[in-house]
C-alpha cells in the first residue's frame, strides 16, 4: 500500500541534515544575488556562483572569454563586494571554467543532390553572372548532382 506523502516542512524538521542542505543553498542563493547587483545582465547569464568559503569566491563561468572578461574587473568586484557584510572577509575571486551542458549531438541529416537538369541550369545561369563570386559558388553548387 501507498503511504501519503509527508509534507515538505514535516521532512525538514525530521531530518537535520537536510535542514542544513536548505541552509547553505538559502545561503548561496543570497550571496549570488549580491554578487549580480554588480554584474552586467549579459554577464549574469554566464556565470553562477560556485560556493564562498574561507574567504574565496569561487565563480562558475561558460567559458574561456567570460572568464578573461572578468579578470579585468575582478579588483573592482572584490572592492564592491566586500561592501556587504555577507563578504566581508573576501580576499580572492577564483575563477573556474565549466562550460554549459555540451551541444546537442548534432543530426545527421541526408545530403541532398540535384538533378542532372537542375544542375545544367544553374551552371549555366552562372555563366552569365558577373559577380565572380556568385558564379562561382553557383558553380560549386552544380556539381553537387546525385552520384551514379
Excluded: C
Aim: glycine share 4%; proline share 6%.
Amino acid at each position: 500500500m501507498n503511504k501519503p506523502l509527508k509534507p515538505a516542512t514535516q521532512i525538514l524538521r525530521g531530518s537535520p541534515r537536510l535542514q542544513r542542505l536548505l541552509r547553505q543553498a538559502e545561503s548561496l542563493s543570497k550571496l549570488q544575488a549580491l554578487l549580480y547587483q554588480h554584474l552586467a545582465p549579459a554577464q549574469r547569464e554566464q556565470l553562477q556562483l560556485g560556493g564562498y568559503d574561507e574567504g574565496v569566491l569561487t565563480l562558475i563561468l561558460a567559458d574561456a572569454a567570460w572568464a578573461t572578461r572578468l579578470r579585468y574587473q575582478q579588483e573592482r568586484l572584490l572592492q564592491q563586494l566586500r561592501q556587504h557584510d555577507e563578504f566581508s572577509g573576501l580576499q580572492h575571486i577564483r575563477l573556474k571554467i565549466r562550460p554549459a551542458s555540451a551541444a546537442p549531438p548534432a543530426r545527421h541529416e541526408e545530403r541532398r543532390f540535384l538533378s542532372d537538369t537542375a544542375s545544367q541550369n544553374i551552371r549555366r545561369s552562372a555563366e552569365s553572372i558577373e559577380d565572380p563570386e556568385l558564379r562561382e559558388a553557383l558553380k560549386r553548387l552544380a556539381q553537387n548532382i546525385r552520384p551514379d
